[in-house]
Nanobody
């Protein structure tokens, strides 16, 4: 079992940056693959980024590639999403997700058993 708590959301101007954090309970965070998803108003939840347990592999959606960076600090039981050059389309509720098993397709929501409550990110013009 693991509980995930997101933080770091807020209001930012277009072109600005934010860093989201995903704090996990438990001692086995290093055994979990982690991903970020987001859901904009009126839209389906979509994949943003994912990172393998060891942190040696990362994956991004095309819409954030080159602007966002996912990372993790297993000693702190925390994963991060650094968001740069943000635009209006990045406005959404951002969720952290984790799974202890083998994640074969990191962009699929069904791969992840544990989810946080989400943190709101709003980008203004």
């Amino acid at each position: 079992q693991v509980q995930l708590v997101e933080s770091g959301g807020g209001l930012v101007q277009a072109g600005g940056s934010l860093r989201l954090s995903c704090a996990a309970s438990g001692r086995t965070f290093s055994m979990f693959a982690v991903a970020w998803f987001r859901q904009a108003p009126g839209k389906e939840r979509e994949f943003v980024a994912a990172i393998r347990r060891s942190g040696d592999s990362t994956y991004y959606s095309d819409s954030v590639k080159g602007r966002f960076t996912i990372s993790r600090d297993n000693a702190k039981n925390t994963a991060y999403l650094q968001m740069n050059k943000m635009n209006l389309e990045d406005t959404a509720l951002y969720y952290c997700a984790a799974d202890r098993g083998s994640v074969y397709t990191p962009s699929l929501q069904t791969e992840y058993d544990y989810w946080g409550q989400g943190t709101q990110v709003t980008v203004s013009s």
